[in-house]
């Protein structure tokens, strides 16, 4: 199992999120993430070790 890391900041946004799909959309990606599956991703190159998570199907909430 992969420990995944919240930031203050990430927690703050999610929270905010009206939409209640794309938040349960959201905590399931991160969820299967953190079991060693992370799907759809692409290499986030201003950090050495980043990765993003992409999430399709939910307009606005892919970065």
Known sequence: MITLHK???FDIW???LK???AKTRI???L???SMGN???TKRNMPK???L???ILLIKGYQQ
């Open 7 to 9: 930031t203050k900041e």
């Open 14 to 16: 999610l929270h905010s």
């Open 19 to 21: 939409n209640k799909v």
């Open 27 to 29: 905590l399931a990606r």
């Open 31 to 33: 969820k299967n993430a």
């Open 38 to 40: 992370f799907g759809y």
């Open 48 to 50: 050495k070790y980043g």
């Open 52 to 54: 993003k998570l992409k």
